[in-house]
């Protein structure tokens, strides 16, 4: 039985990406995005993966797929006069995804058995780590200075959608559409799910030093109610050019660089914890770093300033 939901399950992904890249509507090819995201989440929960899985639904499906839904709205007026693509370029397009899955597979399958891994060297070390998650020692341990770029990239393009807006709505607020009936489901939910959803948010960056979890999930999920709440009318977007707001956007990357720079001092490299201090640490920078996330991830979804803040 397990077998032939797994098969059942790879082929709904084949057949639902390419009817994806096939649709010409571009508001329903966003939909099977987002079904074909989550659908991808359940598969990496089939192999074990549980932090891929989350990342996947919190970020690749549930961000994303509201990123895309903006922009399908937007481009909705102008559908009727852009050409869909031809046969000979979705063809194209199928080719080439074939021939990198193919040469993909072959990676996989041509490894020599056993294959190399760094993965026992990892687990042995991680116990100095106070760390309970692999996951989580890798990205704050091993490669903890990727994972502060990751942020700082993520403030970047932050920076870089602020800066589509006009030069005299700059620090403005941005042109989220909230619902225009106050007694819609929407905002029954906007007014029921934010607290259920803050404690799920606060519970995954606390147990991902030890269980599958950590910012990203935690501060996604933060993201997802907090667009909730402005897309149904309860609470109006901030304008972008508030102090505090820009505060919570850099106080989980700067603390995270403090916290590595200090490590010259107390531990002898950058981004280096003393004996048994580890873990702490890490979980300040993860809570730091979820605020950051779910800000940042939220303004990224409502765009740039629209109007003018008001005086």
């Known amino acids: 039985m397990a077998l032939g939901f797994d098969i059942s399950l790879a082929f709904l992904v084949v057949v639902l990406a390419a009817w994806t890249i096939q649709v010409h509507d571009t508001y329903s090819a966003v939909l099977a995005f987002v079904v074909f995201g989550l659908l991808v989440a359940l598969i990496w929960v089939r192999l074990a993966s549980v932090d891929v899985a989350l990342t996947e639904a919190a970020i690749g499906s549930g961000v994303t797929g509201a990123l895309l839904l903006s922009a399908a709205a937007l481009l909705r007026p102008t559908e009727s006069t852009v050409a869909p693509p031809g046969a000979a ?35 042995a070390n991680l116990p100095q780590s106070g760390l309970g998650n692999p996951v989580t020692g890798v990205l704050f341990v091993y490669r903890a200075l990727d994972t502060l770029l990751e942020k700082v990239v993520l403030v970047l393009a932050l920076v870089g959608v602020w800066s589509l807006a006009v030069d005299r709505l700059w620090g403005g607020i941005p042109a989220l559409w909230p619902a225009t009936c106050p007694d819609s489901t929407l905002t029954f939910l906007a007014q029921l799910l934010p607290s259920v959803g803050l404690m799920l948010g606060i519970y995954l960056c606390w147990t991902g030093a030890d269980h599958p979890g950590g910012a990203f999930q935690g501060g996604a999920l933060l ?65 730091a770093l979820t605020l950051s996330i779910g800000v940042t991830l939220g303004l990224l979804a409502a765009g740039p300033a629209e109007r003018a803040r008001e005086p």
């Open 89 to 123: 370029w979705c063809t194209a397009a199928g080719v080439v995804c074939a021939i990198i899955t193919a040469g993909l597979g072959a990676i996989a399958l041509l490894l020599p058995d056993p294959a190399p891994t760094l993965a026992p060297l990892a687990a």
């Open 223 to 287: 993201t997802a109610m907090w667009l909730l709440v402005m897309l149904a009318g309860v609470r109006a977007a901030p304008a972008t050019g508030l102090l505090s707001l820009r505060l919570l956007l850099v106080a989980g990357p700067t603390l995270f660089l403090v916290i590595g720079l200090s490590g010259f001092a107390i531990a002898g490299a950058f981004l280096a914890y003393p004996p048994g201090y580890g873990k702490p640490l890490i979980v300040v920078a993860e809570g």
